[in-house]
């Protein structure tokens, strides 16, 4: 795992990969996967920026098999109509990346279900996504799930008695639970797969701190979030970088499930993909088996 970059990805030739999110650590992972052969599957709420994220993988890989299907993370029909649409299109799919996310917002804001944006988009709307593709996952010899957490999982707790931060919204703070609720769902996945016999192997990442439009896109520009993301640049590794841990555990013969994975440097925010160091509460199985069975309940969705 060395200083494992980009270069060492084994051909992805006839494999499928859904990726969620159009820029960033997303359009990163869908520039690498196409190169190393995978047809990629863009997925993503706008279509003119999935059309240009479309657009920039066709540059670097012109020959490359890549398309954008429009999915709000925020609405559990979209999660479903996208669900419906790939399951009659496809007949497997190999690799999921839920990547994409909403930091920050400053006010607390709501999804088209109710759910609060963070908690509702980061992490209920990748549960169900997964649970509806799971037919085509298990149709896969292999199949990867790889569920994007943050190094602000470290912070974030399991508010089972305000999941909505109804009762009191900080923003960071929110963001937290939602990615620590991301790396706990990676883990009870691959529980699940194990007892069930899926022969899916989940895993989680995260990028350490890179340089993205998340900060500025959630928090505004204006933010001290985004005014660092602007003034202090150098402080955030690269996209491309970012995005190692991620297409590590999607293509490396030597990541295995159950696995978390982030950056080897500076405490895990910034290197070359490694082993990371997975949050106490993460390591809770009673408290992962909790929140899976609570999501199915918000959600509706049943896996398996």
């Not at 084994?10 to 690498?32: C, F, H, N, W, Y």
């Not at 709420?45 to 999915?71: S, W, Y």
């Not at 895990?268 to 809770?284: F, H, S, T, V, W």
């Amino acid at each position: 795992m060395t200083n494992w970059t980009t270069a060492d990805i084994p051909s992805q030739r006839g494999k499928i990969a859904v990726i969620t999110g159009t820029g960033g650590l997303g359009l990163e992972d869908a520039i690498a996967l196409a190169k190393a052969g995978t047809e990629v599957i863009i997925a993503g709420r706008n279509p003119a920026k999935g059309q240009a994220a479309v657009a920039k993988v066709l540059q670097q890989t012109p020959n490359a098999k890549v398309r954008f299907e429009q999915l709000d993370l925020s609405s559990l029909k979209s999660v479903s109509d996208f669900g419906t649409r790939l399951n009659s299109q496809l007949s497997h799919l190999d690799v999921l990346i839920n990547n994409a996310a909403v930091m920050a917002p400053p006010d607390r804001q709501t999804t088209a279900d109710h759910f609060e944006l963070q908690f509702g988009t980061n992490y209920l709307g990748h549960f169900a996504l997964t649970a509806h593709l799971l037919p085509l996952l298990k149709k896969a010899q292999h199949a990867r799930v790889i569920t994007l957490s943050s190094v602000a999982a470290r912070e974030g707790v399991i508010e089972f008695n305000d999941l909505q931060a109804e009762r009191e919204y900080k923003p960071m703070k929110v963001y937290g639970q939602s990615k620590l609720a991301c790396l706990m769902f990676a883990l009870e996945l691959q529980r699940k797969s194990d007892q069930a016999g899926w022969g899916i192997s989940s895993l989680g990442a995260h990028p350490g701190v890179s340089r993205t439009d998340l900060l500025p896109n959630g928090s505004g520009t204006k933010s001290m979030g985004g005014l660092a993301r602007k003034y202090l640049w150098f402080l955030f590794q690269p996209a491309d970088q970012g995005a190692l841990p991620t297409l590590y555990a999607a293509t490396s013969p030597e990541a295995k499930g159950g696995k978390y994975y982030g950056p080897n440097k500076l405490s895990e925010i910034r290197g070359y993909p490694a082993i990371a160091k997975i949050p106490a509460q993460a390591l809770d199985a009673a408290a992962s088996a909790k929140l899976w069975q609570v999501s199915e309940t918000l959600t509706g969705v049943t896996f398996g």
